[in-house]
């Protein structure tokens, strides 16, 4: 297996190309990845470059940021594996200057498409706000931008910054207070009709066996951000969770609803989950099917 962290614009072997999401919070669905898919090219990226390329072809499966499942008809999820959470996330977090009723400006973390969408749909539907957005590039800090609001997401929004702020939300807490819902951050996708589609068998069980040495990777990982093994095993345990089951399906649906009423994706009302039992074993998910809350 080859592994890079950004793959040549013309790759010309027939290699399965892999995308996956280079932060922590992805290492649990990698782990053992060579093994169980030998002769698999793996890609390492941030998620707007992961989702960038698979919609432009130079990926065969990714695990891209959940909102940009909604933007295709070709796409399905291929696997029951993701990067979910209950309620705290620690990663993905909007520091804002003022009240968030006040947000006149927002910078939004490059590397984020999903919570890029979440944060504008919780200024939206609780506070009538509709924020100016810029672009907060992937080396900058919240010093680098004037901006009332910034989002960070990923491995360098896990330190908190020095910066004093007026309001800090953890973004799936107020997900899951507001809707009691899990939300699912990225998820593998594929195109219907390219070969990454029968990938889902073997990208979930790359994901038990991460499961299963989970603390080795927290260990591992875990110093290289400057956290603890702990600190990282609860991140990857408590914060974190990698099934995609049917409360996290309704997660998704909720968000697909809130995100194309505020236009934030186009109505499209494809079926994101095949209905293949081996895959995921219940009904599938449209926007025609979603329910209100
Ligand atoms: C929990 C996280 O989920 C990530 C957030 C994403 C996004 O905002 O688009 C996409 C993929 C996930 O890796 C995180 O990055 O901290």
Not at 223 to 230: E, H, K, R, T
Request: overall charge negative; aromatic content about 6%.
């Amino acid at each position: 297996m080859i592994q890079s962290s950004r793959m040549s614009e013309t790759d010309p072997t027939d290699r399965v190309r892999i995308g996956a999401v280079r932060y922590l919070n992805s290492k649990p669905l990698i782990e053992g990845l060579p093994a169980t898919i030998p002769g698999a090219e793996l890609v390492l990226d941030v998620p707007s470059r992961l989702a960038d390329d698979l919609a432009a072809g130079k990926l065969d499966v990714a695990l891209i940021p959940s909102v940009e499942a909604f933007s295709d008809a070709n796409y399905v999820a291929v696997s029951d594996a993701c990067v979910a959470t209950r309620g705290p996330v620690l990663s993905v977090k909007l520091y804002s200057r003022v009240h968030p009723g006040q947000i006149r400006t927002l910078a939004l973390d490059e590397g984020s498409r999903t919570s890029a969408a979440l944060v504008k749909i919780l200024l939206e539907e609780r506070y009538g706000v509709t924020p100016q957005v810029e672009s907060l590039p992937l080396q900058a800090t919240t010093r680098d931008t004037s901006a009332d609001a910034v989002l960070l997401i990923g491995d360098r929004a896990i330190h908190p910054p020095e910066e004093s702020f007026h309001t800090v939300w953890d973004l799936g807490t107020e997900w899951s207070t507001w809707t009691g819902l899990p939300f699912v951050f990225a998820m593998w996708v594929a195109r219907r009709d390219r070969p990454g589609v029968e990938l889902g068998k073997p990208l979930g069980a790359v994901r038990d066996r991460g499961l299963d040495v989970i603390s080795d990777i927290a260990r591992r990982e875990g110093p290289q951000l400057g956290m603890s093994q702990p600190a990282a095993l609860e991140y990857l345990t408590k914060n974190l969770h990698f099934h995609l089951g049917s409360a996290e399906r309704n997660g998704l649906q909720l968000f697909r609803k809130l995100a194309t009423r505020l236009g934030l994706v186009p109505d499209l009302g494809h079926t994101l989950f095949a209905p293949s039992p081996s895959r995921i074993a219940s009904s599938p998910v449209t926007s025609a099917a979603a329910t209100s809350h």
